[in-house]
């Protein structure tokens, strides 16, 4: 059984649901595709994404504030944008708010979460905990996959690396372009090792996909680590001369990436400077081409 055919299809149901809800066109009635000669002929479409890892809705002083998290993405102005550390009902750190839900609430856009933990109510409470990421879109979504990729668990005491999900998927239509956006969050640990690991597994899930693809996220190193070097090829650093994002005051590291496979041109990218988390988002202006397109 491929790594595809294991995915969490629920949630992938999920997110579509929401988005037809949100108003993206349900299957069945998008308009006819073009004809290969009208794609050739098409201009390139643009896109702004962003990456953000969000802290669980505290700032860099440490206060949860989901309403100043929202401010802050807003002002991203950004079509899609991946999210990192998210929370839906986890704990008191977050008042058990449904993190993913009510920023798409309030941003006015459609959202697919994918949980990396998924555990049993807390005390008193009826929702299941959840922590993961998340990708926030304008545009109608036509798919959206939860990936296993390697991890440590931060939930068990002596963890193994082993699969497990929260490497988002979704496929978004933007003026006639598809285009897959993933979300990720790499390991934090010193030791390269898991990270090196979770750039194969990441690889694989890009190669079953064709067009155009964007991979943000939390990469927990700095492009130049050794344990990213095989993603430079399939995939080019939108910002390489960016400036650094973690942490979001004084920063000295920059750990937070946009990046593009060769069928996306980047036009302008830049770190966003907020306290909203502590880290600081980033931002990039894309020229999609359209299939077929030169």
């Known amino acids: 059984m491929t790594r595809r055919h294991r995915l969490h299809r629920t949630l992938a149901s999920v997110a579509l649901a929401a988005a037809v809800a949100l108003g993206a066109a349900p299957p069945g009635s998008a308009s006819p595709r073009p004809s290969a000669d009208a794609e050739q002929a098409a201009p390139p479409v643009s896109l702004r994404v962003a990456t953000y890892n969000i802290h669980a809705g505290a700032g860099e002083d440490g206060v949860f504030d989901l309403d100043r998290t929202a401010r802050a993405i807003r002002a991203l102005d950004a079509d899609v944008i991946g999210l990192q550390e998210v ?29 990396i933990y998924d555990l049993a109510p807390a005390e008193g409470h009826a929702e299941r905990r959840q922590f993961g990421v998340a990708v926030l879109s304008r545009y109608p979504v036509t798919g959206a996959e939860n990936h296993e990729i390697t991890r440590l668990s931060t939930q068990e005491p002596d963890p193994v690396p082993a699969p497990a999900p929260g490497f988002a998927e979704v496929t978004v239509q933007v003026r006639g372009a598809s285009v897959h956006v993933y979300s990720t ?39 130049n680590a050794p344990e990213l070097a095989k993603l430079w090829g399939p995939l080019a650093d939108a910002a390489p001369s960016g400036g650094m994002t973690y942490p979001a005051v004084d920063p000295d590291r920059r750990i937070d990436l946009v990046t593009v496979s060769p069928e996306i041109t980047v036009t302008s990218a830049h770190e966003a400077a907020t306290v909203a988390s502590d880290h600081r988002p980033v931002v990039a202006d894309l020229q999609v081409r359209r299939r077929g397109g030169a």
């Open 185 to 223: 969050h790499l390991d934090y640990r010193a030791d390269p090792s898991i990270r090196r690991i979770q750039v194969d597994d990441m690889l694989a899930v890009l190669a079953e996909d064709s067009g155009p693809k964007v991979l943000v996220g939390d990469f927990n190193t700095e492009p």
């Open 87 to 115: 929370d839906v009902h986890w704990g008191a750190r977050s008042d058990f708010a449904d993190e993913a839900g009510d920023l798409a609430r309030r941003l006015r856009m459609r959202v697919f979460f994918a949980p």
